[in-house]
């Protein structure tokens, strides 16, 4: 949505366009600023005057105003006046200096400068438009309206729910936690902008509990992951973004492309895929037997993608495999698949690459799925926190646990194809070109540089059992700690019991009660984690600011 297409006549006048309609009434009509106040109080009341209001005054409207203020002015100017006001919108400059407007009527003529011209009227300021927020995001629904509105009446009948900062906090109790307070206050962050964005991750569970969430939401943040100013810093910049890139307001028009930074866009490379176009960010790394590049639909309409193309023509057979293996994933009808969905990759579009002929998939980018193990890898070289590998076992366990109702093996879980959410705390997988049904085995899915990810029946070809992903994830897990996945050596950092677990379930011999269950297995890990370091709670993990 553009600023042309938004309807602005509701908005009300900021104060700087209060002062320049005085400005330009005195100026036009030649009356002090004091009599154009009494003027413009005949014409809008005491109210603050909408832009619809001002665009729809006439020359009668003036004319009566100035009789029955007293003020003597020429018909002629009573319709330059008139003539002026329709012309007066959201993206009209005003001086930085004296505040003057930019518009003027010279007998009938209608003239309007730009922005950054010097001020004709006092020569030492700029003319500048005045930042203004055309409409606000309702952190009730998420819904665009119009920022003078203060409450949401829809949403739950027969309540006033607030939508604006001043009115949320009395409707609280009448306090914020202070470290949230600052929080927000250091990122320039609204409150309801802050309740909007979380609302996409924490407050979906239903009307009935959303707005109870809200009020636990600000007074205790720590109840959903907010335990120190840090994390709070870092949600509070994240929800700042999201209203920025939701909320229209008079600035220029973002450029095509605002994700692409550093580089002029028409340098970049482009491929056409499946009848659509597509502009080439950069290189992600290198696959198996593909290239994984960064891109966008080169559109209006642009969407940030991921591209996996085929090194040859060879894999294209491979690459449907793994396309066809997501369809499936998607059709499931076990538990937790519409979960599951949303973090599996999405294929946008198949084909080839009309330029070299090779075969090409189209993947839909995954926000802030930026970064894999192995760059976590690389950015922690001694090994992350174990608290930190704790919660990324979780979360592979619990996707593991849902591939195991489905009864399909990833047998391709290595640091490269396991995808981190550092901030949510999410763990996905990519590569799906091995994926088979328990009993099936994977082809060509032993790579020199993956070997000592693969348990024992895939080294030998066999079929992927429940235990084959299973074997894989832990591998990675004493990979990223710092440990060697061939042997299941790790740091003496690591505690007894967790590296136990670690080494029992990689399987580098038969020795050990193993649990074939990944969900068993993930609520028995989680009460030796909890025994070890105490009840769960969130901890910050800082990767790179950069983008995959």
Known sequence: MTSSSIDTRALLLPPSFTTALTKLFARQIGAEESGVATLL??????????????????????????????????????????????????????????????LANTGGKIFSLDVGIACPFCTDGVLALVPMKLRKVAWTDGRLVEPQTAHDLRVQPGSSIPLDDTAIVPWIGGWV??????????????????????????????????????????????????????????????????LETREPTNAPPRPRFPFIRGVDPDTLSRVEIAGRRYIIEGRISPGDKSDVVRAAWDDPLTERVVIKIGDNENVAGMMRREVAMLERLGRSAVNGTPFFRKILPEVVATGTCASSGHPATVFRYKNRYDWTLADAMNEYRDGVDPRTMVWMWNRTLTLLAWLQLTRIAHCAIV????????????????????????????????????????????????????????????????????????????????PDPIAEILRVHARYDESGTRIKDALELEKTFGKVAEGVYGPRKYLPFEMPRRSR
């Open 41 to 102: 109080h005949a014409i809008f009341g005491d109210a603050t005057p909408s832009f619809g209001q001002v665009q729809s005054v006439s020359v009668s409207d003036v004319q009566s105003a100035c009789t029955s203020a007293g003020v003597d002015v020429a018909t002629a100017k009573i319709r330059e006046i008139a003539a002026l006001l329709p012309k007066i919108t959201p993206s009209t400059p005003v001086c930085d200096r004296c505040g003057e407007s930019s």
């Open 177 to 242: 936690d202070r470290g949230l307070e600052s929080a927000l206050r250091d990122a320039g962050t609204p409150i309801y902008g802050f309740l909007a964005y979380m609302r996409l991750a924490y407050l979906t569970r239903g009307e009935a509990t959303k707005f109870a969430d809200a009020v636990t939401l600000l007074q205790q943040p720590d109840v959903f992951g907010l335990h120190d100013r840090a994390a709070m810093i870092r949600v509070a910049n994240a929800a700042r973004e999201f």
């Open 415 to 494: 640091p490269e194809h396991m995808l981190l959410h550092p901030v949510n705390h999410g763990v996905t997988l990519i590569d799906w070109s091995y994926a088979v049904p328990f009993g099936s085995s994977p082809a060509d899915v032993v790579e020199a540089h993956h070997a000592p990810f693969h348990p024992p029946e895939i080294v030998r070809g066999e079929g992927a059992t429940a235990e084959t992903d299973i074997a894989m994830s832990a591998r990675c897990m004493i990979a990223v700690l710092g440990g060697n996945p061939e042997d299941g050596a790790l740091p003496d950092s690591v």
